[in-house]
């Protein structure tokens, strides 16, 4: 049980194009769900929390203009990078919980994004 | 602003060791504490997650230790094999995951 699943797994894009990154909850319904970026090397950094029916809650620092979240359901959020720039590339995971952040959180597989 | 440490950050040794690897955090009214560990260009697997109001964990060869007055935790790997090669994450949870720096273990035959 506790299944997160990642579409796609790994994408190249043209700078200036927007990427669509998907994460769904197969088998329970997530009420929140959380974005992360990996650079290569360093640990994983929280970008925004996404609740089901609401606005997601951006970090400090990153662009909610540039990262559009979406969370339309109770199995389904939607990460999309807006004209992508090559700094953007990086590895998207995303995690669901069942409620609050003090639940244990399921990941996904991630996403590596490379724009070129 | 909590903020996590793992030392260290790599460590290579032979099969059959017992190894420990250490998590550090500066605020302690966390929720709980997760070890995650993670191969290249891989996700997240979980391994082991401690409650706040437990000292310890145990899956298998591992056990994870909670220390929350002194802000560290443990990850024990009793018999290490090849196969626990990997990035080890620790992870403490205030309503949100603040990730620590990672331990890069490898373990050779």
């Known amino acids: 049980g506790a299944v997160v699943s990642q579409h796609p797994s790994r994408v190249i894009c043209k700078s200036g194009t927007s990427v669509k990154i998907e994460c769904r909850s197969l088998?329970?319904?997530?009420?929140?769900m959380f974005w992360y970026r990996q650079f290569p090397k360093q640990s994983l950094m929280l970008m925004a929390t996404?609740?089901?029916?609401?606005?997601?809650?951006?970090e400090q620092g990153v662009e909610k203009d540039k990262f559009l979240i979406n969370h339309a359901s109770l199995t389904l959020s939607t990460l999309t990078v807006t004209s992508a720039h090559p700094e953007d590339s990086s590895f998207y995971i995303c995690?669901?919980?069942?409620?609050?952040?003090?639940?244990?959180?399921?990941f996904g597989p991630g996403t590596r994004l490379t724009v070129t | 602003k909590q903020e996590v440490t793992q030392i260290p950050a790599a460590l290579s040794v032979p099969e059959g060791e017992n190894l420990v690897l250490n998590c550090s955090f500066t605020?302690?009214?966390?929720?709980?504490l997760q070890w995650f560990r993670q191969d290249p260009g891989k996700g997240l697997t979980s391994l082991l997650l401690i409650q706040s109001s437990q000292r310890e964990q145990t899956s298998g060869r591992l056990n994870a230790s909670l220390d929350k007055s002194s802000g560290r935790s443990t990850l024990y790997i009793a018999a290490s094999q090849p196969g626990d090669s990997a990035t080890y994450l620790c992870a403490t949870n205030t309503d949100k995951l603040i990730f620590g720096t990672g331990t890069r273990l490898q373990v050779f035959p």
């Open positions: 605020d302690s009214a966390i929720y709980n």
């Open positions: 995690s669901a919980g069942g409620g609050t952040g003090i639940n244990e959180q399921y």
């Open positions: 996404s609740n089901e029916g609401s606005k997601a809650t951006y």
């Open positions: 088998d329970f319904q997530a009420t929140t």
